[in-house]
């Protein structure tokens, strides 16, 4: 459903991916994705050119946040205040801030 909802909205561009994670994400992960931020800080978020999380992996995590082993939440869940498509840029976002997987040999 998700990849029909994307078809049917039209093209996306970078500029809109970086907007809908400026005004969504960038609070705690910085728009570097680093999470130098005071917010980021304060909770202990992840410097996302680390995440090796897959596409569903990071959908899930937005959707219902994150916990760790002790029930404690370490990134609350936003995807209820976030459409389809916002939810699947700021996934390209995320994506975005990886190093480039080294060539074959």
Known sequence: MLGLLLVCA??????DDAAVFENRCAACHGTDGRARTAQGRKLKAKDLRDSRLADADLERQIREGSRIKTGLSVMPAVGNDMTDAEIAAAIRVVKAFRPPAPAAK
């Open 10 to 15: 039209g093209p996306v561009s970078a500029d």
